[in-house]
């Protein structure tokens, strides 16, 4: 079996055999991680350039990580360094990019849509690392690979998305997978957050952390952006921990321990709570140790089916 | 210049004619209409059997580019793209550089479309209802309409403060010309770049919601109670919302009109899923319910006008990220294909309505002279064949600009000919 695409560009419209394919592939890889020598030679010759147009660490260095534990040959790009402050257009940029024979290319753009945008104008397998406010495919699929570690399935699991739907990539990319893989997905936020019309994607909405509680085995908690209180969409970070602030106190209430997630970077103590972040019932780490298995799965998939 | 346009159905809303007609046109002028006329070698014969003699298309919302961004359309390619889609006439919007906000302006943008394509396409500027279309200080009104100008627009942009809107219908009332105005409270539509709903949520854009539509709307319909006199005109009608303000403000009698482009009453905001630029345009594409309204506001009558909102922009500028490409895509050389495809094929108008919209009704909006089939006028014809089916190739386009999304439709129904002010062309 192989995957349809030639580029992973989003989590909607993916099959669920794609899906379980890539969560398959991914449990070898999670084995590699554990091993002395961790790298792998099955993208050897092969270029990947990681083009982030966005700030991020921890996805940028996963990313580079799986490449390389692949024996990829690997360019990594940021705005920093990038020709986009001189004027150069995305298409631009790209071909310049591709005219050095690359063969793959990692994106992370502001924009929702870049990455179509981008396997538009190249020939490279094209790997979506973030699109604005659409879709964060290797972030979802390394959030289903962890609660299906944790838990052994997917179907019929009660997973919620906590926070700011409106903005978030990671909640788009869960939805589309878990609910495909048949989990039962809702979202919780302040209702100036949550987009219209999304109760059609398959989830319930709830804007009461105390109605999810009880009903739910994983809260997957999002991180709050202080812009959005200058645009108006929250009156202000204290009301927003008191009210939708994952704590420690307010999970105590479920009937059993809810697993909690969270993409990173932290807020401490404004979406959640420290000490229920370093608790035992949280995942955080282990969806970044399985971000490196999930990308290199990816990666081993569209980088060897050509 | 001695034509016979022989066997062709007159399609005529003016003398309500709708009929087998024969035409002899001679120097511009209608010699003789009647039926099976004979006429002597020196006439070329035009077979129009199976094919529509219309009077003059007329698209009421076109943005020519020129002064000032000749690299998307001059007012020379946008005449000619007009002529290649049967339209004899253009209103050409403001949001120019410099507006079209003074005298000097109207009068070259005028001026200047008499020069391009033999003069075939008659040229009315619509000027800016303010300076700089900046929405603060009324636009010298009265010089504009003396240089030409058929409307008032600050088009692009609504004239968002009351205060301006109302002083704007109030001195435009003086001169019976119409403010044309783009429906939309910008204060809700500051970042979005497609509707507001359900796709927008999936593809995780920020949207322009229907209902800063109907908000500018409801506004102006208040405003117009109060400035009776005033003409109003909603340009680019696009949600079930605003139409339904204008049915129940036309229903109370009050002076009020609108128009849809083919793409409103076509696509849906489905499209813009894989962030095609060309489905990018404000106001943006609705969803499947507010393209149903507009087809039932188009044979109720509620919806008076078709026009493009023809936008061009360069293949540079519109290939780029969604949220950075500019809004808009040409309509001109497509409009007539998709109104029979979509309106006359499947019975939402008759040919005999299609024309109305086209044609008598924009010129009734400007004020503008009728078009009158009789013998001893001035010949301003649109020749359509109805049945002619044939494939959108934006490379074949007259315009400078290829941004359409309707490249590889097949559509039924185009123009044939155009003949205007002593000139004839036959596509």
């Known amino acids: 079996m192989k995957l349809k695409s030639r580029h992973l560009l989003g989590l909607d419209g993916m099959s669920k055999e794609e899906i379980a394919l890539i969560l398959d592939t991914a449990v070898s890889f999670r084995e590699i991680l554990d091993r002395p020598i961790k790298k792998v030679p099955p993208l050897q010759g092969k270029t990947v350039v990681n083009l982030f147009f966005e700030s991020s660490t921890r996805t940028r260095i996963s990313f580079e990580l799986a490449e390389r534990r692949l024996s990829a040959d690997v360019v990594s790009f940021s705005t920093a360094a990038s020709s986009v402050s001189k004027g150069e257009t995305l298409k631009d940029t790209a071909r310049n ?30 790997i979506n690392a973030g699109d604005g406010g659409h879709e964060h495919p290797t972030q979802g699929l390394l959030d289903m690979y962890t609660i299906w570690q944790k838990f052994g399935s997917l179907d019929g699991l009660r997973v919620c998305m906590v926070g700011d739907i409106t903005h978030s990539r990671v909640a788009r990319s869960n939805i589309y997978g878990l609910t495909t893989m048949g989990a039962e997905v809702s979202v919780c936020g302040p209702n100036t957050l949550i987009p219209r019309e999304i109760e059609k994607l398959g989830v319930k909405v709830f804007h009461r952390l105390e109605d999810v509680i009880p009903r739910v085995d994983v809260l997957n908690v999002l991180r709050i952006q202080l812009e959005r209180q200058k645009s108006g969409l929250f009156p202000s970070l204290r009301e927003y921990h008191r009210f939708f602030g994952v704590t420690k106190e307010k999970v105590a209430k479920a009937p059993k321990p809810i697993t909690i997630m ?8 404004v979406e959640l709570s420290a000490d229920l972040a370093d608790s035992e019932h949280s995942v955080i780490l282990q969806q970044v140790t399985n971000g490196v298995a999930i990308r290199m799965a990816v990666l081993y998939l569209l980088g060897t089916s050509n | 210049m001695k034509l016979h346009l022989k066997g062709g159905r007159l399609v005529d809303p003016v ?5 087998s007609f024969d ?50 359309e001059t007012i ?59 929405g603060a200080e009324l636009s010298p009104m009265a010089e504009l ?51 507001e709903g359900l796709t927008s949520t999936r593809l995780g854009m920020l949207g322009i919601p229907p209902v800063a539509e109907d908000l500018m709307i409801a506004r102006d319909i208040i405003l117009l109670r109060y400035i009776s006199k005033a003409r109003y005109h909603v340009a680019h009608i696009s949600t079930a919302g605003a139409l339904d303000h204008v049915k129940k403000a036309k229903k109370e009698g009050l002076n009020l009109t609108c128009e849809v482009t083919p793409h409103h009453f076509t696509l849906t905001d489905e499209a ?53 490409a500019p809004f808009g895509i040409v309509g001109l050389e497509t409009a007539i294909g998709l109104s029979i495809t979509e309106l006359v094929e499947k019975k939402v108008l008759t040919l005999f309505q299609l024309v109305e919209k086209l044609s008598t009704n924009p010129r009734r909006i400007l004020s503008l002279p009728t078009i009158k089939m009789a013998e001893g006028e001035h010949a301003n014809l649109t020749l359509l064949d109805p049945a002619i089916e044939w494939t959108v190739n934006i490379e074949s386009f007259h315009s400078k600009s290829k941004n359409s999304p309707f490249n590889g439709w097949r559509l039924k129904g185009r123009a044939i000919g155009v003949i205007n002010n002593g000139k004839a062309r036959f596509m």
Do not use: W
């Not at chain 2, 003398?15 to 009929?19: A, E, F, L, N, T």
């Open chain 1, 97 to 126: 990019i591709e005219a050095m024979k690359i063969d793959m290319v990692v994106i992370r753009h502001p924009a929702a849509g870049s990455a179509h945008f981008l396997s538009r104008v190249v020939d490279a397998n094209v």
């Open chain 2, 272 to 324: 813009v899923t894989g962030f095609d630029t060309n489905t990018k345009m404000n106001p943006p594409l609705r969803t499947a319910g507010d393209v149903a309204a507009m087809k039932e506001g188009l044979r109720e009558g509620t919806i008076d006008v078709i026009a493009t909102d023809h936008a061009p922009h360069t293949i540079d500028e519109k290939d780029v990220e969604y949220t950075q």
């Open chain 2, 23 to 72: 035409l002899l046109i001679v120097d511009g002028r209608i010699e003789k209409l009647g039926k099976n006329l004979s006429a002597d070698g020196s006439y070329t014969i035009v077979d129009m059997r199976e094919k529509i003699i219309a009077p003059g298309f007329i698209d009421m919302h076109v943005h020519l580019r020129e002064p000032g961004f000749e690299h998307k």
């Open chain 2, 76 to 134: 020379e390619t946008g005449c000619a793209a007009a002529a290649a889609g049967g339209f004899t006439a253009v209103c050409c919007m403001p949001n120019t550089n410099p507006a079209i906000d003074e005298e000097s302006v109207a009068l070259y943008v005028r001026e200047k479309g008499k020069t391009v394509c033999e003069g075939i396409v008659d040229v009315y500027p619509i000027a800016a209802a303010t300076k700089g279309r900046e």
């Open chain 2, 15 to 19: 003398s309500g004619k709708d009929d």
């Open chain 2, 145 to 195: 309409a003396q240089a030409g100008a058929v409307g008032f627009s600050d088009d692009g942009s609504p004239i968002a403060s009351a205060e301006i809107m109302r002083r704007a219908l109030e001195y435009s009332s003086m001169y019976g010309i119409p403010i044309i105005q783009h429906a939309e409270e910008s204060t809700m539509t500051q970042e979005g770049c497609m509707n």
């Open chain 1, 262 to 269: 969270h993409p990173g970077p932290i807020n401490r103590d």
